[in-house]
């Protein structure tokens, strides 16, 4: 691809409200007894976080029902290498602040709104892993700055009675100011297949038209394991139209660990673009990557290993990794 495209969708708003592995961690409350320096600064950081959120939701008048205001964060590192861009290192935060004063319709959410846009199973099977940041440097402290200062109120919760879940997005990142709506529907098939499909689009004054349509098909296995089939379509259109497909057909295992649940994915990822009505295979190969909570249930470590090609940057088959530490308020 001549420019690796953001961050695809599948997780959607889930990573900003309350991903599988983000409830696990807020229920298991350690033991006080037992409880060090790092369970008591990270609890009072929740607290301060939860003090702000009913704050903030203050604002917008008296309260109308008798629940406070909720509030969830993530922090992360992202680290990834491959032989041709190097390491980049990248700092992430994403959170939200539901609103009960606005009768749980409207939230605040906050931070790097490309997480909207990754799979909620912890892997990420596509060219994310061999994309390099936006120039040279290792670290670049001003990509952080403004990739990090989105800021949006979401509306949602207002399509629950035809079972399709939608939210919608006014923000602003930097100097673009977006808007952002998804829509989200799921089918049980036959042989115990749920289908789901996914359409999400953003314009923003800066960086115009953004459209990701995902179609996934999950069947179990077993209790533990999963077989998914994930196909996307990625469309921008800033100056220039482009358009790109993905598809990858991959096994998901969870895994009991001491602090809650790891998920182990490996399969096989194809891509491309698709000019003059045709589609054209650029990169493919296989990919593997785990999660893991460690030590603490809101410390996360997850690891993803790929061996991708690119044929319109002209780089053969080479390995990739990608690394990231995650704590979750």
């Known amino acids: 691809m001549s420019a690796a495209p953001i961050a695809l969708a599948n997780e959607s708003n889930t990573q900003a409200n309350d991903t599988p592995l983000q409830t696990e961690a807020e229920e298991q409350t350690p033991d006080p007894d037992q409880a060090g320096w790092a369970d008591e600064n990270h609890q009072n950081f929740k607290d301060w976080l939860q003090d702000s959120a009913d704050n903030i939701d203050g604002w917008f008048g008296e309260k109308r029902s008798k629940q406070s205001a909720r509030a969830s964060l993530r922090v992360m590192v992202d680290t990834t290498w491959n032989e041709y861009d190097g390491t980049k290192i990248k700092p992430r935060v994403r959170g939200r602040i539901k609103l009960p004063t606005l009768e749980d319709r409207f939230s605040v959410v906050f931070g790097d709104d490309s997480l909207d846009y990754e799979a909620h199973d912890g892997a990420l099977n596509d060219d ?20 990090n200062s989105s800021l949006a109120l979401r509306w949602s919760n207002f399509r629950r009675d035809n079972k399709i879940d939608a939210d919608v997005d006014l923000g602003v990142r930097s100097n673009d100011v977006y808007i952002r709506a998804k829509a989200e529907k799921k089918w ?6 749920e289908m789901r499909f996914e359409q999400m689009y953003r314009y923003g004054t800066h960086t115009e038209h953004t459209a990701v349509s995902t179609l996934e098909f999950t069947q179990p296995q077993s209790e533990r394991r999963n077989l998914v089939s994930r196909s996307q379509l990625h469309y921008t259109h800033k100056g220039d139209e482009n358009l790109y497909w993905h598809s990858s057909l991959f096994q998901r295992h969870f895994i009991p660990v001491k602090h809650g649940t790891g998920e182990l994915n490996y399969g096989l990822y194809v891509g ?37 090609n690119n044929k319109r940057e002209d780089r053969d088959h080479h390995a990739s990794v990608f690394g990231r530490v995650e704590v979750i308020f």
Do not use: M
Request: no cysteine; charged share 30%; glycine share 4%.
């Open 272 to 308: 491309g673009d698709i000019e003059d009505k045709k589609a054209h295979l650029n990169t493919y190969g296989p990919y593997a990557g785990y999660r893991q909570p460690v030590w603490r249930p809101w410390l996360f470590l997850q690891s993803d290993v790929s061996y991708y």
């Open 188 to 193: 049980q098939l036959d042989h115990d297949i």
């Open 128 to 147: 994310r892993t061999v994309a390099p940041n936006a120039n040279d440097r290792r670290y670049d402290r001003r990509e952080t700055r403004e990739s």
